[in-house]
């Protein structure tokens, strides 16, 4: 578009809207590996009831993100939303890895819970979608995570809502995976949640900005065709 005098600022607001609507788009759950529906079954440790998933996340909406959480967060009561990256149970005491694209945090169902939220855990799989409340706990120093920015915390879980279902996965998201080009070109949005494949799009993201304004910069416009 041509304007008398164009506004720089609009321009960039809407490419950022243009951004962050793309990067939904690529980090929605698939239709096929995730069972969405307008009508969700309420699996938190509040019974069991017809829930619409719009009023899930209206209370469920995350507070913080996968990334965020540091010691110094410890007794702090927050929401995360995000994908189960690995699950492992150890004398009753489920370990939930949950990913974001901002980063990874340990989410912990103590051998204490509700007998209804230690249920929802049990069941839980790799890719499952999830919202999570709880509370923030300093690790022991005997127990940091060095490998995870959040490694000196995990969150002591109180509430879990399934949002996605995921099928069986046709291979294991994760730095390294032995699956054919083939294989992780059919089932794409699902590579593209790899770490490795994220770290490509933000440098290709900031590539294409730093482009930008350098051009804008020197007043060349940006037009497609046909304009």
């Known amino acids: 578009h041509e304007h008398d005098q164009p506004n720089q600022d609009n321009d960039h607001i809407q490419d950022s809207r243009i951004f962050i609507f793309g990067i939904m788009l690529q980090h929605r759950p698939s239709i096929a590996h995730s069972r969405q529906k307008s009508k969700i079954r309420d699996t938190s440790c ?11 996340m209206e209370n469920m909406r995350r ?13 702090k009561t927050v929401i995360l939303n995000g994908w189960v990256h690995r699950k492992r149970d150890h004398g009753g005491i489920s370990f939930i890895n949950l990913r974001d694209r901002y980063g990874m945090t340990q989410v912990v169902v103590d051998s204490d819970a509700s007998a209804e939220l230690a249920a929802i855990a049990a069941d839980l799989k790799m890719e499952y979608c999830l919202a999570v409340e709880g509370v923030v706990r300093a690790r022991p120093d005997s127990m940091v995570n060095s490998d995870m920015s959040t490694g000196t915390i995990e969150v002591v879980a109180k509430k879990i809502e399934v949002l996605s279902k995921s099928e069986t996965l046709p291979f294991v998201i994760d730095e390294k995976t ?15 949640r790899s770490n490795v494949m994220q770290q490509h799009l933000i440098l ?8 930008r304004q350098f051009l804008t910069a020197k007043n060349f416009l940006e037009l497609e065709t046909p304009t």
């Open 46 to 56: 509040h019974g069991n009831r017809d829930t619409d998933i719009l009023s899930v």
């Open 63 to 75: 507070t913080v993100t996968c990334g965020d959480l540091r010691k110094e967060d410890d007794g």
């Open 178 to 192: 032995n699956a054919s080009e083939d294989l992780r070109l059919k089932y794409r949005y699902l590579d593209l």
């Open 204 to 211: 290709r993201s900031k590539v294409a900005f730093a482009t």
